[in-house]
C-alpha cells in the first residue's frame, strides 16, 4: 500500500470502529471492547508505519476534489510532514493506552459501549486533524472533537458537576470556534484555497492582505480549544468527566489541536508581529496564572488539569518565538508523561476513595496500596518539573533556549519583546511547575494518619499501561532530541546551557521551598480532620470517581479547593490562595461580562414580552371576549326561542326583500 | 284568465261562502288547537282542523287528496299524537302550564308573520280568478296519471325514506328499557301501519 | 274563486301553526302544530296547483304531487318524532321542551336528550 492509502486508513478505521461499536454496542456486547482497542491500536501501527516511510523528508501531499464548491475549492487533502507523522503517532499511542485503560476503569459501567465509540471517535477526528491537507476538513475534525468532549465530560450526566461542566466545555469552545471560522474564510478568500500548502505558499509571497486580523481570529479558536487565557476556564471543570477522558484530551487530542493547528500554519502568524505579540502575552498570562492556580487546587486532577494549562502556555511560547519544532517537542513529551499524570491519578482515586489531596495527605501508605500508580507517576510528575534527564527537561529546554534566542536579538521570526516576554514566563512557570508537581506528590504519596483503605489489587488493564507510557516520559526527550531537528524544520532542540542552569535551578528551588513549607505545614494535618471517601470503593474505578467528584463540594464546601490548613501551597501563596483557588475570579468576570448582561437581556426581552406585547394582544382579545360574553347570554339552550328569533329575522328579511322588490 | 273584476269580492260565488265558511271553522279550530289548556282537546280540536282541511281541498276540486288527507291525517296522524300524549301521562283536564314563557315572544312573531303574509298575499293575488268549472282536476285519475308518468322516481325515492323511517322508529323504540316494552310496541306498529297506508294510497 | 281566499286562510293556519311551535310547552302539542303548518302549506300547494292547470294549462301537478309527498313524509316524521319524544321521557321524565336546556351557556352535564329535542321541533 502507498504512504497515502495507510494515511486514509488512519482515521478511517476508529471512525468504522466507532459506527461499529454504536451499532452492536446494545446487541453484541463482548465485541465492545475489541471493537474499541483493535481499531484504535491497528491505526497506531498504520501511523507508525507512515511515519517511519515519511521519514521527516519531502512532505507526502496528496489532494482530490470531490465535487466543485465553487470559487474557493475543498478538497479532500492529506500533508504529512514530519509533524503530522509524529503528532499522529503520539495521538495513536495515547489513544491506544486510553482505550485499554478504560476496559478496565469502566469495567461495569452500564454506558460503556458508547463510552468507547466515542473515545474512537474523538481519536479518529484528531487524526483527521493531523493529517488533514484542508483546512475545511480539518475544521471537520476539530468540531467533532468539540461534540465528542461535551459527550465524554458528561458521561457522569447524574451529577450536576458533569453536566454544568460538558456544557461549559461545549459553549467556552465554541466561542472561540466562531472567529475561528470567520478566520478561515478570510485566510481562504485571502490565499484562494483552502490547501494548506497553497494558502503556506501565498503567505511566503506575501499574498495575505489582512495578516493581523486572520491571525487574531485564528488565535481565539486556538485559545478555545487548547485552554489558552482567557478560554481556559472549561478545562479544568472538564475534570468532572472520567479519569481516561481527561488524560486523552489533555495530552494528545483537544487540546494538542490547537497548538498543532498554529504549527501548520506558523508563517500565517508570523506574517504579523501583533500576532506574535499576543500569542506571546497569551502564553506568558496562562503559564503563570495556571502555575499559581495549580499551587492552590485540591482535587489532584485539577491540579493536572492547570498543569496542562501551564504546558501548553510554553507550546504557544514556543509558537509566539517562531519556533515550531520546540513547540511540537514539547507538545510529544508532554502527550507521554500527561496521560500517564492523568491514568496514575486515576489509580490513585480508585485506590483511595477519594479525589481531595487533603483526605489523601491524610492516609498514611497509599504509596504501597498502588506501587505502579506511585512509581510512574513519580517519573511523570519528574518529567512535568523538567528534571533532568527526564523527557519534559529537554523538551521544555527548546522552548526556553528557542525565547533566549529570539530575546538576544534573533527577531527574523518573531519580535523581541515575545521573546523576553516568554523567556521571562517560562523560567517562572519553571519554578511553579516543580512546586505544584512537589506538592501533588508530597500530599498524595506522603499521607500521614490512617492507614488507606484495601481495596484489592488494581485491574492489570489499568497498571500495564502505565508502565507503557513511563518509558517515554522518561527517555524520549534524551534519545530523540538530537534525530528531531531532522524531521521538523531542521532548527537546533539541544538544550543550551545558561537555560538549562537557569531553568534546572529553578525549579530545584521550587521543589526545596515546597519541601519547606510541607514539612513546616503537615504538623497541622492531625489537628484538622478531613477527609470523605467515595460510598462505594469496591466498585470500579469510574464508580468511584464519579462519586468522589460528587461528593466533593458537599465535603469541603467547593469542587475544587479545600480548607484545608496543612496545605503548603496555603502556607506559600499566602493572600494570593484564595483568588487561585477559584482560577483568579475569570469564571467570575465572565459571569459579570457575559452570563449577567445576556440575562439581563433575556429578563427585558421577557419584560417587553410579557409587559408591551402581550398587553396588545390582550386587549385585543377582550373586546371579542366581552361580545362573545354578550353573545352567550343568548344561548338558553330554549329551542323555542331560538326558533322565534330565527322567524322574526325571516320576517323582518321577507319584509326588505319585499319591499326592495317592489321599489318602496 | 277572467279578470277580477267581473268578478268582485261583494259578489261572492256559492263556491266562496262555503269555502269562507268551512275556513272560519277550520282556522277557529286551529286557533283552540294551540291555545286549550287541555291537551287531549287540542288533539280533538286537531281533527276538526284538518277535516276542514279535507272539505276545503274538495271545494278546490282535488278529491282525491282531501281522501288521503282524511286517511292519513284524521284516521292516523292523530291517533298516534293521542297514544303519545298517553304514554307521556300528558294530565287530564285542564293544565296551567301549557304554554312555556315563550308565549308572548311567540305572539309578536305569529301577528308579525301573519301581517307580512297576509299582506303579501292578498297585495300579490287580489285580482286572481280560479276557474273551477269544467273536469275536476284533481281526481284520482289526473293524480295518478301526473304521479306516474312525472314523478315516478321521486315518488320510489320516498318509498325509501318511508322505509328508513320506519328502521328508525324501530331503532329508537328498541332502546327503551325493559319496563317501557309495551310503548315500544305500540309506537312502531301504528307508524308501520300508517306508512303502508301512504304507500298503497299512492299507489293507487 | 278568488286565488286570495285559499290564499289567505293558508297564511292564517301557518301562522296559527308557527305561534303554537314557539308557545307550547308540551312536545306532543308542538308536533301537532307542526302538522297545523304542514297543513297550510298543503293548502297553498293544492290551490296554486288547481289555479296553474286551468289558467297555464300546466298538466305536470307539481302542487298536488308534492302535496302526496308532504303528507307521506309528515306520516313519517310524526312517527320518528313521537318516538324521540317518548325516548325523551322516558330518560328524563318529562316532555316539556322548556326544561331541555342542556345546550345553554354555563350547563355542565351535557346528556344526549339535547340533540334529540332538537329534531324533535324540526
Redesign the interface.
Known sequence: MTTTTLAVLVPLLPFLGAAAGLLLGRTAPGFVRPLAVLPTLTSLLLAALVAVRQGGDQAVNAATELTPTGSIPIELALYIDGFAALVAVLVGVVATCVQIYSTGYLRDDPRYPSYAALVSLFTSAMWLVVYSGDLIVLLVGWEIMGICSYFLVGHYWETPEARAASIKAFLVTKLGDVPFLIGLFALATDAGSFQITKVLGTVASGGLDHPTLIALLLLAGVAGKSAQFPLHTWLPDAMAGPTPVSALIHAATMVAAGVYFIARLLPVFEASQAAMVVLAVMAAVTMIGSGLAALAQDDIKRVLAYSTIGQLGYMTGALAVGDRGAAVFHLLSHGAFKALLFLAAGVIIHAAGTNSLAAMSRMRGLRHRVPDAFWTMTVALLALAAIPPFSGFFSKESVLGAAEHVATGHTEHAPGAAGWTVLVAGMLTALLTAAYATRLWLRAFQGRGAEAPDHGRQPLTMTVVLWVLAVPSLALGGLVYRTLPDWFDGRDLAPTLTTAVLGTGLALIGVIVVYGAWRHTTAFAARVPLGAVAAHPEGDAGLVEAEAIAGHAPAYGDVAHAPDPADPGRLLLGPLYRHAAVGFHVDAVYSALFVRPVRAGATLVRFLDREVVDTYVRGAGALPRWLGAAVRRAQTG?V??YV?AL??G??VL??AV?LVATGA | ?TL?AS?G?LSP?G??IA??LV?LA??GA??V??TTRQ?VH??LW?VV??GG?AV??L????E??AW??VL??VG??VV??L???M??K?PIGRSP???????W??????????A???W???DA??T?????D?PA??STR??GE??FQ??VL??EA?SV??LA??V??IV??R???AD?DE?GRA??N??KA??D???KE?AR | ?????????S???????????????????V???V??ML?AV??NL??F???L???AEE????G??L???T??????????G??????V??NRGT????KLRDTAEGHESGTPAADEKAEATA
Open positions: 330554549n323555542q326561542t322565534s322567524l322574526a325571516t320576517v321577507a319584509v319585499v | 284568465m277580477a268578478h269580492f260565488t263556491v266562496e269555502f269562507l275556513g277550520t282556522f286551529a286557533l288547537t294551540v291537551l287540542a288533539a286537531l282542523t284538518l282541511l276545503e281541498y271545494l278546490l276540486t282535488a282525491f287528496i288521503v288527507q292519513i291525517y292516523s296522524v298516534l299524537l297514544f303519545g300524549l304514554l307521556t300528558a302550564d301549557a304554554d312555556s314563557g315563550n308565549r315572544a311567540a305572539l309578536t312573531v305569529a301577528l308579525a308573520a301573519a307580512t303574509l297576509v303579501v298575499v292578498v293575488f287580489r286572481t280568478w280560479i276557474d273551477l269544467g282536476e284533481g289526473a293524480t301526473s304521479l312525472n314523478w321521486p315518488f320516498l325514506l318511508l323511517a320506519l328508525g322508529a329508537l323504540s332502546k327503551a328499557r317501557a310503548a309506537r312502531p301504528a307508524g300508517d306508512t297506508q301512504a304507500d299512492g | 274563486m278568488h286565488l286570495a281566499y285559499p290564499a289567505v286562510l297564511a292564517l293556519l301557518f301562522c296559527t301553526g308557527l305561534y303554537g311551535v314557539l308557545a307550547r310547552r308540551n312536545a306532543i302539542l308536533l301537532m302544530s302538522e297545523l297543513n298543503n293548502l293544492v290551490a296547483d288547481i289555479w292547470s286551468k289558467a298538466t305536470l301537478h307539481s298536488q304531487a302535496t302526496l309527498f303528507i307521506a313524509i309528515a306520516a313519517a316524521e310524526i312517527g320518528i313521537l318516538a324521540i319524544v317518548l325516548a321521557y322516558r316532555s316539556d321542551i322548556d
